[in-house]
C-alpha cells in the first residue's frame, strides 16, 4: 500500500482486532509499505479460528481500499483465494485463467491456488 497511508491503515487493523477480540502484532516493512498482520490464536478453538478468518478478511479490504493490494511477496494461496475480487475484476480473473490454462492444460500446478474459480471470486 502507499506508505503514506500505513499510520491510518495499522490503527484500522489495531480496532478490527479489538472488533473480533483478537490480538494482532503489526509487522511490516515500512519502506515499501508492506504489511505482515500476526493475529495471535488458537487454531483448535472453531469459534476463534472463525473470528480469524473475518478479521483477516476485512484486513485485505483495508489495504485495499488504501490502494495496496492483498498481497505482496507471498503470493495469495489458498487463504485470499476470495479476496482476490478485491483487486481483480471478473475480466482479469478470466484471462489469468486462460493463462494458467496455457501453461497447465491439465491443471496439475498447485490445483486450487491463486486464481480462484468463478464462483469464489464474487
Known sequence: MPRTKLPEVLSQVLEVGKKYDLTIANVF????????????????????KARVF????????????????????????LEKLKETSLIFCDKDLEFERGIKKTFDPDEIINPGKLIPEPECAQ
Open 29 to 48: 516493512h515500512a519502506g515499501d509499505g508492506n504489511l505482515h498482520p500476526l493475529i495471535m490464536f488458537d487454531e483448535r478453538d472453531p469459534d476463534q
Open 54 to 77: 473475518k478479521a483477516s478478511s476485512e484486513i485485505l479490504k483495508l489495504c485495499a481500499d488504501a490502494g495496496g493490494t492483498i498481497s505482496g511477496e507471498h503470493g495469495v494461496g
